[in-house]
């Protein structure tokens, strides 16, 4: 096994466990409505996740956890990680930004925290950050 199949399947890996976290919000009340249904397919096909390891995780016996990590960065690092897989589209809608706080929520994040890391990470992502805040990030 080379160095790169090792990266691949830790990639993947992590990639798994980000949308078994997804998929348990969603399910989080209960049944998972069509329009979650198609948000997690579309997840899937961005997280690469085959259709054997999605009906595993769809199993209503399966209930993945997520984990927060107890170190800030790990925290945001997991947030930011689902923040790639979603703008992999260029594309946030009102799904996608209702997990978005579940999942930040989830991570151990205040509600009041998680819609600022939110609304800010939004900006960033999307490219509508002032020139005050561009200046900040390309100094730090």
């Not at 009340?29 to 249904?37: L, R």
């Not at 600022?116 to 490219?127: D, H, L, Q, W």
Request: net charge negative.
């Amino acid at each position: 096994m080379g160095f790169s199949d090792l990266y691949t399947s830790g990639e993947h890996r992590r990639n798994l466990a980000h949308f078994a976290s997804i998929a348990t919000l969603a399910a989080i009340d209960g049944e998972v409505s069509s329009e979650e249904k198609h948000m997690l397919d579309r997840f899937a096909k961005k997280l690469d996740i085959t259709p054997s390891e999605y009906e595993e995780v769809m199993k209503k016996e399966n209930k993945y956890p997520i984990v927060p990590p107890h170190d800030s960065e790990k925290r945001l690092e997991r947030l930011y990680d689902l923040f790639r897989i979603i703008f992999a589209d260029h594309l946030i809608d009102d799904e996608e930004m209702v997990l978005l706080k579940k999942y930040a929520i989830g991570l151990g994040y205040s509600g009041e925290k998680a819609d600022e890391i939110i609304e800010k990470s939004v900006a960033i992502f999307s490219g509508r950050i002032d020139f005050e805040d561009y200046q900040y990030l390309l100094k730090n």
